[in-house]
């Protein structure tokens, strides 16, 4: 059974601060995405990632999948306010359908 | 392109009740999906589909049904609701081929008392 697990759950962190949430998961997967969820509202894709090796950016957000180690990060650079929000990854389970595994999501805020 | 939609957006069931939770996507996506979220938890799949007359269990089926009559709708069933049934409910959608991202819908909250 594919386990995915994020850490932390929960970062408060200041403005203009780096930092990075980890995501691993327990079985084979070369494909796993980065979702963003502000409180009542739906997913936003923020990342797919379809390799080894991979990384996207975008603003102050950047994504890598290490497949080896079974780890992807979501580094954020110069935190700001407006990126304060539930991270979510979630890994494909290489299953017929394209089923997707989510993690427990980490929770982010962002002081001014 | 509306994208995924949901309706309704918000239910109060009473205990022993049943409702349908509709989904529909004009995207011409094969794949869709039922996942529940949990207050402070990450999603979980119910159901999925990937095509019309083709659905299958997820992780979290048990109190649910689905069917897909149409590439567009994705209506899931509750039937005889259940306290533990209080969750909101995300439908997604994705290509069969390609990116493979999944789209969601807005989301409908259902609290069963």
């Known amino acids: 059974e594919l386990k995915v697990e994020q850490n932390p759950l929960f970062l408060s962190m200041q403005e203009g601060k780096n930092y990075t949430i980890y995501c691993n998961y327990s079985?084979?997967?070369?494909?796993l995405y980065w979702y963003r969820q502000d409180p009542g509202k739906s997913l936003e894709s923020l990342f797919v990632l379809l390799s080894n090796g991979a990384v996207k950016q975008e603003g102050r957000l950047m994504a890598s999948l290490d497949t080896k180690a079974r780890l992807s990060t979501l580094h954020i650079t110069a935190a700001v306010h407006d990126l304060s929000a539930t991270y979510f990854c979630a890994v494909d389970r290489n299953r017929p359908g394209n089923m997707l595994t989510f993690g427990g999501g980490t929770r982010l805020m962002v002081k001014p | 392109n509306a994208g995924v939609t949901q309706t309704p957006k918000f239910r109060i069931l009473k205990i022993g009740q049943s409702m349908t939770l509709q989904c529909t996507q004009d995207m011409n996506h094969n794949y869709m999906y039922w996942y529940r979220q949990d207050p402070g938890m990450g999603l979980k799949l119910i159901y999925y589909s990937v095509g019309a007359g083709i659905t299958d269990k997820g992780e979290v089926p048990n109190g649910y049904n689905v069917s897909r009559s149409t590439t567009e709708d994705f209506p899931l069933r509750l039937e005889l609701a259940a306290p533990s049934q209080t969750s909101v409910y995300f439908c997604?959608?994705?290509?069969?081929?390609?990116?493979?991202?999944?789209?969601f819908g807005p989301g409908t909250r259902l609290t069963v008392t």
């Open positions: 079985t084979t997967s070369d494909r």
């Open positions: 997604a959608s994705s290509y069969e081929e390609g990116v493979y991202e999944q789209y």
